[in-house]
């Protein structure tokens, strides 16, 4: 099929001026084999991950495959349809999100949000900025994009109904993911293929692999240390040490929620010598202590 492109021209002076992205909730959704929903609109704007599995995608009558590692943009009001795949169906990452603010006092529950097509009213749908923004594109690290979903998804509930510190938190993190969606996925915007090539490894690599290591991929590419440190922090939002710190406790949570490992386990195998340092630090990163997190997220995740 010939994919989507939704044809808003860049001026990040409008962006910035006129438009004011605000996330409205996260969710984590698995389909069941052959999974088909019906065809449907959304007033809001979404970004959804295939986290695992694969299906269709029908877009304004077209159709497409999706696989693991897929990021897709459905503009708020685009008329879509999923369809699961009878072996290994999807499982999606989705955000849910308005360019600018949209009074929709009638609204309680996530579900509000979608209907069949013409079901809304014009001012109940988001409008969209001047980004020429692709429909479909490849995540270059699933991990990484991973963890941005995991830094939203935690409330089921719309984020209207939360402590305005709390829904203050979670638009910060949405900030920073719809930045690094937006640099992948705005037309002719590709990321430096040397990164590229440096994310994909990170993915076969050991939970110890070192900041050190990057530099030295990073040199064999042609990259000299400082040139490489800002390509990478260009291309993912983070410093190549943070990033590898926030796998670091990506996959620390992992185990958490689906290993049965003991938590001092957990510390041993990612090289934390105390587990009151490895509980301090690794509340410092999610908001939460190992067992709490185990305890909230098991069977969610």
Known sequence: MRIPTYRFRVDYVTVYSEFNPLLLFAQKYAFTPGESCLLRICCASAVILVESGKGELELNGSSCSVQTGTLIYIAAGTVHRWTADPDTPMVHRCVYFDWKYVSRPEFSYQRDYFGEPGSFRTELISPQPELELQGITGSSSLQLWISYFNALTPPPELLGQRNPWDKLAYNGAFQMFLHQFIAGAVKNGARDPRISRILA??????????????????????????????????????????????????????????????????AAKHGFSSVHYFSKAFRLMTGLPPSEYREKYTGMM
């Open 201 to 266: 490894r990170i993915e076969k690599e050991p939970p110890a692999l070192s900041e050190q290591c990057l530099y030295e991929w990073a040199e064999a590419l042609g990259l000299k240390k400082s040139r490489f440190h800002d390509l990478f922090k260009s291309d993912t939002g983070y410093t190549p040490n943070h990033y590898l710190k926030r796998l670091k406790f990506h996959r620390i949570a992992e185990d958490l929620v689906y290993s049965n490992l003991s938590i001092t386990g957990i």
